[in-house]
C-alpha cells in the first residue's frame, strides 16, 4: 500500500439498505470539502455487511447520485484504490486476520454462550434493575470447557476482552469537545459473529486504520460507537482517526427530518428539479456561515473557504423554503450561463406528470426553453413548469372553481370570448404584439376595459387566474391551439346552467 504520509484522507461509509438519504449526503459532502480543502483524498467504502438489506441496486443508486451531486472520490468500489477493496463483504480476509491478531494476543476470545444463555442473563439483570453487561462466562474457559462446548456443536462469537480499569474513556471530538465516557457502561462485545461475519464497531476500526483514515466526520449516532472502537485501536495497538460527529438535521418540526416536512431522499430533489449546486451550497450553511448575510457560494469558493474549525454542534433545520429559493437564484443564472441545464432540470418533472414521454428532441427542448423563459422567476425548481405552466403541455385545460367563479359566470364571458376566437382567427401568425393589438382594438371597439377580455381568456387558455403574461403564454400556444381551448372554454361555460 502506498499512501503519503500526512495526507488528508477522510471517507463516507454508506450501507447500501436504502437510497442515499440527505442526511447521508450531508455527511458526505463535509468530508468531501474537507479532503477537498486540504488536497487529500476523499473514498467511498460501502460497508454492506448487513446482507439481508443490502443491495447492489442500492449501492448503484448511491453512486449515481453522488455524480450527480458533484460529489467525487478518488478511491471506491468501482474504481478501486491502493487500499482496496472498498465493500465490506470482500474485506472478510482482513477482518479474519485481525480477529485472528486478536485472539493470539489474548485480547478476545471465543464465547459459546448461547442466545438463550445471553437472554436469561439480560432478564435476570432487567429483575434486578440493572443495566445489562455480558457477565464474561467465557473469558477464561479451560481447554477442556472449550473442547466440551465444541463436542456439543455450539459455534462460538468472538468478543473482545475490555478491561474495566475504572478508566474514563476520553474521545476529543472536533465539533463536540471533549466528551468522556464511563467505562461501567461497556462490556466484552462480540465482534464477530458465530458465522465469521464481522460486527460494524469491529469492521468500521479495521477499515478505518487499514485504508488509513485520518479524519472522519460522521452523525451523532455514532458517538456512542466512539469508545467501543477506541478500546478496539488500543487493543489493536493503532491510533485512531480524529473524529468530528454532527448533529443529525431536523425537519421544519424540530423533529427527526421525515417525509413529513420534506423528502428524505437525494434522488426526489433531483426528481423534483432541484439542482445539485444549489443542494450542496444548502449543505454547506446547514453547518457552517462562511461570511455573514452571504448565501450564495460556489463550489470552488466553499473548497477555499472550508474549515474544519466552523462547523457547529448545533441541529441544522431542513429549511425547505430557503432551499427553494437558492435553487431559484441557480436556476435563474442557469438561465444565462447553461439554459439546457435548466430545461434538463424540467424533464423529469414534466415526464412524471405524463405530459412528456418518449425521447425529448430538440424542439421539444426549444420549446421548453421558451415556456421556462415566460414563466421566468416563477420557475424556481423544475416542478415548478407544471404548478404554472402545466397547460402549455397539454390541452386539457382544468378550469380551477375559484377563477370559474371570477371570470366565466358572467352572462356574457362567452359572447366575449367568441369575439376575440373570430378576430385571433383572422390572423396568420399570433405574435405578443398582435395578441396585444387584437385585444386593445377589441376593447375598445365594444367600449369595455382589456381586462375584461383578459381575465377570461387567461382563464380559458390556461385554466388559471394568475400566470405569466397573457400575451406572451399566447403567443407561444400558438394560433391554433389558442382557437382550439377558445372554442372549448365557449363551450364549457354555454353547458353551464
Ligand atoms: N455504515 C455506517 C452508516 O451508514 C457508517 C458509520 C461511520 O461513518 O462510521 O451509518
Known amino acids: 500500500m502506498s499512501i503519503p504520509i500526512g495526507k488528508v484522507r477522510t471517507r463516507y461509509a454508506p450501507s ?9 449526503a450531508w455527511m458526505a459532502f463535509f468530508n468531501w470539502l474537507f479532503a477537498r480543502n486540504q488536497g ?39 474504481k478501486g484504490g491502493p487500499v482496496g477493496p472498498y465493500r465490506q463483504t470482500e474485506r472478510f480476509h482482513l477482518y479474519r486476520q485481525y480477529a485472528q491478531a486478536l485472539l493470539d494476543r489474548g485480547a478476545a476470545y471465543h464465547c459459546y454462550c448461547t442466545l438463550e444463555e445471553l437472554e436469561a442473563e439480560r432478564q435476570r ?5 440493572r443495566p445489562y453487561r455480558y457477565s464474561g462466562r467465557c473469558r477464561n474457559l479451560t481447554p477442556e470447557q472449550r473442547a466440551e ?12 476482552r475490555v478491561h474495566d480499569d475504572g478508566e474514563t474513556i476520553v474521545v476529543n471530538d472536533l465539533v463536540r469537545g471533549r466528551v468522556e465516557f464511563d467505562p461501567e457502561h461497556l462490556d466484552d462485545y462480540i465482534i464477530v459473529r458465530s458465522d465469521g461475519s464481522p460486527l460494524y464497531n469491529f469492521a468500521n476500526v479495521v477499515d478505518d486504520h487499514t485504508m488509513a483514515m485520518t479524519h472522519v466526520i460522521r452523525g451523532i449516532e455514532h458517538l456512542s460507537n466512539t469508545p467501543k472502537q477506541w478500546i478496539m485501536y488500543r487493543s489493536l495497538g493503532w491510533d485512531p482517526p480524529q473524529v468530528a460527529h454532527l448533529s443529525n438535521i431536523l425537519g421544519t418540526d424540530h423533529k427527526k427530518l421525515s417525509k413529513r416536512t420534506g423528502d428524505t ?45 466552523d462547523l457547529g454542534k448545533a441541529s441544522p433545520v431542513f429549511d425547505m423554503t430557503k432551499l427553494t429559493w437558492m435553487n431559484g437564484v441557480y436556476m435563474r443564472e442557469l438561465l444565462r450561463r447553461d439554459p439546457d441545464r435548466a430545461v434538463e432540470a424540467c424533464l423529469e418533472p414534466l415526464r412524471n406528470a405524463g405530459l412528456l414521454d418518449g425521447q425529448v428532441t430538440a424542439e421539444t427542448r426549444a420549446y421548453i426553453r421558451q415556456v421556462v423563459d415566460v414563466l421566468g422567476d416563477r420557475i424556481k425548481v423544475g416542478r415548478d413548469i407544471l404548478t404554472y405552466g402545466d397547460f402549455f403541455f397539454t390541452d386539457a385545460v382544468t378550469y380551477e372553481p375559484d377563477a370559474v367563479k371570477k371570470y366565466f359566470s358572467r352572462k356574457d364571458v362567452a359572447t366575449t370570448l367568441a369575439q376575440l376566437r373570430e378576430r385571433v382567427a383572422k390572423v396568420d401568425r399570433l405574435d405578443a404584439t398582435t395578441v396585444e393589438s387584437i385585444v386593445r382594438t377589441m376593447a375598445s371597439e365594444l367600449r369595455i376595459e382589456s381586462r375584461e377580455i383578459i381575465h377570461p381568456a387567461r382563464v380559458a387558455l390556461t385554466g388559471k387566474t394568475a400566470g405569466p403574461g397573457l400575451f406572451e403564454l399566447t403567443a407561444l400556444l400558438g394560433r391554433d391551439r389558442v382557437i382550439k381551448r377558445l372554442d372549448s372554454a365557449i363551450d364549457w361555460i354555454r353547458r353551464l346552467p
Open 16 to 24: 447500501p439498505t436504502g437510497y442515499l438519504h440527505v442526511g447521508g
Open 40 to 78: 487529500g483524498t476523499f473514498i467511498l467504502r460501502v460497508e454492506d455487511t448487513d446482507r439481508s438489506r443490502s443491495t447492489e441496486e442500492y449501492e448503484r443508486a448511491i453512486l449515481e447520485d453522488f455524480r450527480w451531486l458533484g460529489i467525487d472520490w478518488d478511491e471506491g468500489p468501482d
Open 125 to 129: 439483570a432487567r429483575a434486578a434493575k
Open 149 to 160: 462446548f465444541e463436542r456439543q456443536g455450539r459455534r462460538p462469537t468472538i468478543r473482545l
Open 265 to 309: 431522499a437525494v434522488r426526489d430533489y433531483k426528481r423534483a428539479g432541484f439542482l445539485p449546486e444549489a443542494l450542496v451550497n444548502f449543505f454547506a450553511l446547514m453547518a457552517w456561515y462562511p461570511e455573514e448575510n452571504r448565501e450564495i457560494y460556489s463550489v470552488r469558493e466553499m473548497i477555499e473557504k472550508f474549515r474544519l474549525e
